[in-house]
């Protein structure tokens, strides 16, 4: 995973600069360096437990539920971006605002609380599976975290499918229709993910369950910050074009 990300990192460095010097400061901007800086945190954090000789069980729980904490941090500012978009797909409807101001920290108190409370149960170990390599390991069943990330994904997937369906036959411009496809696509990423996860928690080992577990935040932190660099770029056309249509006009 680590390799994928710095060969995503690297394709998507020029773009990323573009945006980051171009692009006034905003919240979203802000959380967009804030989503690759814990991207990289958990990535470094996992490469470090997995790989790095240890035979404190005391540091082991420590370094475990530090990574723990990225994942969440990770996962919560994937989904923030998505909850944004899904607002602005709703006009700032009342309804869908309240809905998410309710449900979202519902949502992460939940997960968080869950996981804490499978890591606090769980047994830590400092070896690994793999022969002549060492690293930090808990039994931690994340079962009903994943299941509650689920549930929220399908909620936030229905109000897109809805806002689609209602304007479907509404003109809208190309930024509406990259918009309702990328939190479509996410979503669903978001799904599949989240139901292979279940089932992984329930009848896989947990180091093979931890392999699906960092592959889907890390897999959505991408997405997240791909589709939002795309995002901007479609924005930046769509201003240019209109300037240069405002300067032919004028020049007419």
């Known amino acids: 995973m680590a390799t994928f990300w710095v060969y995503d990192y690297a394709c998507s460095l020029e773009e990323e600069w573009t ?38 069980p005391d540091k082991c729980k420590i370094l475990v539920n530090v990574c723990s904490v990225f994942n969440q941090l990770s996962a ?12 602005a797909l709703w006009k700032h409807n009342r309804f869908v605002h309240v809905a998410i ?30 022969p ?3 690293g930090c390991y808990n039994s931690d069943n994340l079962f009903v975290p994943f ?5 929220f994904e399908l909620g936030l997937m ?29 979503y669903a990423c ?25 592959f889907q935040f ?4 991408i997405l997240a910050l791909r589709m939002h660099l795309h995002l901007w770029q479609i924005d930046q056309q769509t201003r240019n074009m209109d300037t240069l249509l405002c300067m032919s006009v004028s020049n007419m």
């Open 19 to 56: 945006f980051l010097l171009q692009s006034r400061w905003t919240k979203v901007k802000g959380l967009y360096i804030a989503t690759r800086f814990f991207l990289f945190l958990l990535l470094i954090g996992h490469l470090y437990v997995n790989f790095i000789p240890n035979g404190n």
């Open 76 to 87: 919560s500012c994937s989904e923030c971006f998505f909850m944004l978009r899904t607002y």
């Open 101 to 130: 101001l309710v449900f979202f920290p519902v949502a992460i108190i939940a997960c968080i609380g869950t996981s804490l409370a499978s890591t606090i149960s769980a047994s830590y170990i400092t070896s690994s599976a793999i």
């Open 132 to 134: 002549g390599i060492t």
């Open 147 to 151: 299941l509650l990330f689920f549930i």
């Open 158 to 186: 229905s109000l897109t499918l809805v806002h689609a369906i209602q304007s479907w036959r509404m003109g809208s411009g190309r930024l509406h229709a990259v918009l309702v496809k990328n939190n479509i696509f996410y």
């Open 190 to 214: 978001g799904l599949l993910l989240s139901a292979v996860n279940v089932l992984a928690s329930q009848y896989l080992h947990y180091q093979y369950h931890a392999i699906f577990q960092d």
């Open 218 to 221: 890390i897999v959505l932190a």
